[in-house]
């Protein structure tokens, strides 16, 4: 079977940085991808690594280890708009199928 | 940029009922288009994707099944409801140079 293993819940306060990490063990690997999801809306599009390393876009950076099956996720200067899950979705081959982990919930305080 | 439309927003259907969820895309053409199923507070489960008209893979052996009648035209249907299918239901088209999803808004359904 596919497992993405993520950590349930964070809490961080607003200002700070927070890392969520990733784990995976899939029969295919092609990509690591992460997606944000306020409550009650859609997921929306935040990151993708084929090759080992980090990715970095504006406040947020993503990172992945093919060899250690092992991403992560940086989120720099919090805001509380960043309080949403997160979840991280492993590209199963070239083509088509995106396997999501269980998500994490992050909330940001003041 | 992909605009994906997904009815109805919101419905509540008895055990044994039929269901039907519609998604349409904008945008773009030929695109692989993707249902899933989210648990409250949970992940996103595939259920079917599909590569072109009329070519449907399925993730999970279940009583719901999906159709592509037109390119950017996918349908999620049951004949008979269970509770156990309550969640909320995305549609999702990808842009494949960056490997990246569009989601509809969602279906939510509530079997009772």
């Known amino acids: 079977g596919q497992s993405l293993e993520q950590p349930s819940e964070v809490t961080a306060v607003e200002g700070a940085i927070v890392q969520i990490n990733c784990t995976y063990q899939?029969?295919?690997?092609?990509?690591l991808s992460w997606y944000q999801q306020h409550d009650g809306g859609a997921p929306t599009f935040l990151s993708y690594?084929?090759?080992?390393g980090l990715e970095e876009t504006g406040r947020f950076s993503s990172f992945l280890s093919r060899s250690d099956s092992y991403g992560y996720l940086l989120l720099q200067e919090l805001q509380m708009k960043d309080s949403a899950s997160y979840f991280c979705?492993?590209?199963?081959?070239?083509?088509?199928?995106?396997?999501f982990g269980s998500g994490t919930r992050l909330l940001v305080r003041p | 940029s992909q605009t994906i439309h997904q009815w109805p927003a919101t419905l509540v259907q008895p055990v044994g009922s039929p269901l039907s969820l519609e998604c349409t895309v904008e945008g773009t053409s030929n695109p692989n288009l993707y249902w899933y199923r989210q648990a409250a507070g949970r992940g996103l489960q595939l259920l079917f994707y599909?590569?072109?008209?009329?070519?449907i893979s399925s993730e999970v052996p279940q009583n719901l099944s999906a159709s592509r009648p037109q390119d950017r035209q996918f349908i999620l249907s049951s004949k008979k409801l269970l509770l156990s299918d309550s969640g909320f239901y995305l549609c999702a088209s990808d842009r494949p140079v960056r490997r990246e999803l569009f989601f509809g808004e969602g279906s939510r359904l509530t079997v009772l």
């Open positions: 979705a492993v590209l199963m081959d070239s083509s088509y199928k995106l396997i």
């Open positions: 899939t029969s295919g690997f092609y990509g």
């Open positions: 690594n084929a090759l080992d």
């Open positions: 599909s590569v072109g008209i009329g070519q």
